[in-house]
């Protein structure tokens, strides 16, 4: 039951991805809030990089007076990066470009999944309606789980000699009680059950389904019955139809997107060469699981540094890799992908698993559909190229955010490892550390720059923060992390530099 379909969570990505759905031409940069030089500051970066991340205290809340410290701080992260790039430095790193690239090629995948599901969403009013009059109930079911047709077979014979829902789960090997869940209409669900409980509108003690839920999983229901949270207020009814609208938005979309990858990987068929995959599972396995049980596991970490976002198949397994590197892994569509590619590509596409969570047994299973659906991304990617989705603004846009975030960090330790005293490097505290060393570099810079900064005052002064501590990732994706952590580099609240844009841009 806590598996779905692989497609399923991205529906979570548009959500997340430089809003592009606010702009009139969804391919737009979006307002411009500041610049630096060639560097740009939209409205958006500035709300998702004070929103999606945990900001230090000293910058948290909605005052003028922390809106100003975001400004400056995202202000000095492009000033850094400038100074960093002024000493030629940070491009040469082929590991830190590949993660740059994947970054990219991730934003394309949501720009197609836009274009080819959610675009397409078209929407009856007569099935809002009929969603909106089941959207109050929050189901009480009790659930069997199957693993092959022929357990569907076995369930569909049971009913059909009448058995009770509770006899078909002895028979099955159950014991104890019957597993069950409740089931809300707001949480993520897989589409094929949300359509049987909030459309067909099935009474209590029904029995639904077997109903295919992924590959080779199916699940069969039976509603105990369920609880009702009536809309009263005109504020809750605009809000429940609204919520209607967005879910099954999100739902055909998926459907859309779906039909279109079956399309673009059509005849396209992978077989794995048994004794390298073999011995990439026994190679790649420990890793993994080890990872698993490690607090700095990178394939469960959310950090800001590409060579810790990226999975340590990369750097823990490298030098058993070596040695196979030049055998062939698998084929498809007539190419040969080696063991060396496979490990290259895992730069740019750190592998996704479908299970968050399985045994030990379950690994090489889970590795293969892992290694399964990177493929099918390249095909996506391929797709995107094509289409020249590299070149949209919003995209360009949002490498470039990562991009000077990292030469910001590198140019931050770099400046702080010659500037503090051998004594105090490890002692002070981060506010003494960024009023001490940080802000005098920052005034500099502000000075250095004066003339290559522009402040959109309007749009500033437009926008308004929230108090609340966010960490906020995505499901499913290669690179979880959305935006780079808060730049910790000033805690200057003044704006007395750089020059007022004379019309936003």
Not at 9 to 19: D, K, M, Q, S
């Amino acid at each position: 039951m806590k598996q779905t379909r692989f497609l399923f969570c991205l529906l979570l990505l548009l959500i997340n991805f430089v809003a592009c759905k606010k702009a009139s031409d969804e391919k737009a940069l979006g307002e411009i809030l500041a610049t630096v030089g060639e560097k740009v500051i939209t409205v958006d970066d500035f709300i998702r990089r004070s929103e999606y991340t945990i900001r230090p205290p000293y910058a948290r809340g909605n005052h003028n007076i922390q809106k100003k410290i975001i400004l400056n701080s995202l202000l000095a992260e492009k000033m850094f990066a400038l100074e960093l790039e002024g000493r030629n430095e940070g491009r040469t790193d082929s590991s830190l470009q590949r993660y740059l690239q994947g970054r990219q090629e991730q934003a394309m995948r949501q720009w197609l999944f836009f274009e080819e599901g959610t675009r397409r969403v078209n929407l009856d009013t007569a099935e809002i309606k009929q969603v909106y009059q089941l959207a109050g109930r929050t189901y009480d079911i009790a659930f069997l789980n199957f693993t092959s047709a022929a357990q569907v077979a076995m369930f569909e014979s049971a009913r059909e000699e009448n058995m009770a829902f509770e006899k078909i789960y002895e028979k099955f090997g159950g014991k104890g009680d019957l597993p069950q869940r409740k089931i809300e209409f707001q949480l993520p669900e897989v589409p094929a059950v949300h359509n049987a409980l909030y459309r067909e509108n099935p009474g209590k003690g029904s029995v639904i389904g077997p109903l295919p839920v992924g590959k080779k999983q199916y699940i069969a229901m039976k509603v105990n019955g369920w609880t009702e949270r009536p809309a009263i207020s005109d504020q809750q009814i605009q809000q429940r139809w609204s919520d209607v609208q967005e879910k099954l938005s999100q739902t055909q979309a998926l459907a859309h997107y779906e039909t279109f990858t079956v399309g673009i990987m059509k005849s396209k068929r992978i077989e794995f060469m048994p004794d390298a995959f073999r011995k990439l599972v026994n190679i790649i396995g420990p890793v993994y699981l080890a990872s698993r049980k490690s607090a700095k596991g990178a394939f469960l970490k959310n950090t800001l540094d590409a060579r810790e976002e990226i999975n340590p198949l990369i750097e823990d397994a490298g030098s058993d890799l070596d040695l196979i590197s030049k055998a062939a892994l698998f084929q498809i569509d007539g190419n040969i992908w080696t063991i060396g590619m496979f490990r290259e590509a895992l730069q740019r596409h750190p592998l996704v698993f479908r299970k968050k969570k399985f045994a030990s047994g379950e690994f090489a299973e889970q590795f293969r559909l892992a290694i399964v659906d990177l493929v099918r991304d390249h095909y996506l990617t391929r797709e995107a190229y094509a289409r020249g989705y590299d070149q949209l603004p919003a995209v360009k846009q949002n490498v470039a955010m990562w991009k000077d975030a990292m030469a910001a960090l590198q140019y931050k330790y770099d400046y702080l490892r010659q500037a503090l005293p051998p004594e105090k490097s490890d002692s002070l505290q981060m506010i003494p550390l960024i009023e001490t060393y940080l802000n005098p570099q920052v005034d500099r810079l502000q000075e250095k720059y004066q003339d290559q900064i522009e402040v959109n005052v309007n749009a500033f002064n437009a926008i308004e923060l929230t108090r609340i501590d966010m960490f906020a990732t995505q499901q499913n994706v290669p690179f979880p992390v959305i935006v780079p952590s808060f730049p910790q580099l000033t805690t200057d609240h003044k704006l007395d530099y750089g020059k007022k844009m004379a019309t936003a841009k």
